[in-house]
């Protein structure tokens, strides 16, 4: 676990030092990139979904473009790596590739957009996202490529942003479920909204089972509804807490936000349904991947907007700046580190313990000889 202590360090020492000024935002944007994006690529058996993403592309060597068409994964993954695994036998090829796509679209994301570099790095890691990008890899590419698309609902550009969501569908299927909320997440939130929402939800949550054959039948063909553990089971609430407290200080705020940036309104939407898709989570596991679709943008850019306005609604009780900067900066960063450490004691989709490709050898050795 200490590599991922030591990214969060890192991350935010060189926040303090390099995130306030242009050229620093630049190097710090660089440099987090290139630490995410070694930490990711170079992993070896690290995350559940490591060996079968492995097994694809192995797969993928042997057969033919004609025969890969026929399978279930999207073929804007699976061709693309039918044509490199005739380049690159081994498959860590495939992790290095969607690794640097990721961090990419990520980092790229954050610095065009974000207003403080420092704060959307520490939340992509102590959200979780980072971990989930070392899992469910293929959704967590067509949700960030679905991010920049978001765009397109303030300015209501509806072909364009049906273009960009049926492109990342091509990388996975559940991309496409955003096209009805180009409408929905145009729908400025208020509390006779939160409240509609809210009635909508806790009805569908207790009819959830006809819910998860859709689900099952269209989108995660391969889960059974009946025995599958992410069908029957759900998660622990720790996860709907957090981002609950995330979307309720968002709406709480959303004034502010939008009056500081049009766009948050969007963003606090989507907040509110990675909630949504979280809270039923927590009755089916296989549910709360839709919030994956919604979580990446308002994480990366609400966070950096809310901190400021907490700072200012900080200063009128301690009556000075200084002293409101800290108190803020430090409820942030420990319950930050405390849902962080959570993840990783937890072990969070299975990123611990780390291991590298560096010492994959010494493993197998110790593994022949237990």
């Known amino acids: 676990m200490t590599i991922y202590y030591l990214l969060l360090l890192f991350a935010i020492a060189l926040g303090f030092f390099l995130s306030k000024k242009e050229k620093g935002k630049i190097i710090y944007v660089v440099i987090m990139g290139l630490a995410l994006f070694k930490v990711s690529a170079f992993r070896r058996a690290t995350g559940y979904d490591y060996n079968l993403y492995g097994g694809w592309y192995y797969d993928y060597f042997f057969k033919s473009i004609d025969a890969l068409t026929t399978e279930k994964v999207e073929k804007g993954f699976s061709i693309p790596f039918k044509i490199m695994s005739r380049v690159f036998y081994d498959y860590q090829a495939m992790f290095i590739v969607i690794a640097l796509v990721i961090t990419l679209l990520v980092m790229v994301y954050i610095y065009k957009k974000s207003s ?8 992509f ?54 096209i009805p909320f180009f409408f929905i997440l145009q729908i ?12 909508f939800g806790i009805a569908a949550y207790m009819n959830s089972n006809a819910i998860m054959d859709f689900v099952t039948k269209y989108v995660y063909k391969s889960y059974d509804p009946t025995n599958n553990i992410e069908v029957t089971k759900g998660l622990t609430p720790v996860y709907l807490i957090a981002f609950a407290i995330f979307f309720i200080l968002a709406f709480l705020l959303r004034k502010d936000l939008i009056k500081k940036r049009a766009f948050n309104s969007i963003l606090i939407n989507c907040a509110f349904f990675t909630m949504f898709f979280e809270f039923f989570g927590t009755k089916h596991t296989i549910i709360s991947r839709f ?21 200012q609604k900080a200063k009128k009780l301690v009556k000075t ?21 959570y993840f990783l004691s937890h072990n969070y989709n299975g990123v611990v313990p780390y291991k590298t490709i560096f010492s994959s050898e010494e493993i197998s050795k110790q593994e022949s000889a237990n």
């Open 116 to 123: 403080n570099v420092f704060i959307s790095v520490s939340a």
């Open 125 to 178: 890691l102590c959200f979780g996202l980072f971990f989930n990008s070392m899992n469910f890899m293929r959704q967590i590419i067509a949700s960030a490529i679905v991010m920049y698309a978001l765009r397109y609902i303030e300015s209501k550009q509806f072909l364009r942003f049906l273009a960009i969501v049926l492109f990342a569908s091509t990388i996975h299927f559940s991309a496409l479920l955003m």
């Open 188 to 199: 400025r939130m208020n509390y006779i909204v939160l409240g509609i929402y809210s009635a």
């Open 291 to 311: 919030a994956i679709l919604f979580y990446i943008a308002p994480i990366l850019l609400l966070s950096a907007d809310i901190i400021p306005l907490l700072i």
């Open 321 to 341: 700046e200084k002293l409101a900067v800290i108190c803020v900066y430090s409820v942030v960063l420990i319950s930050r580190f405390s849902l962080y450490q």
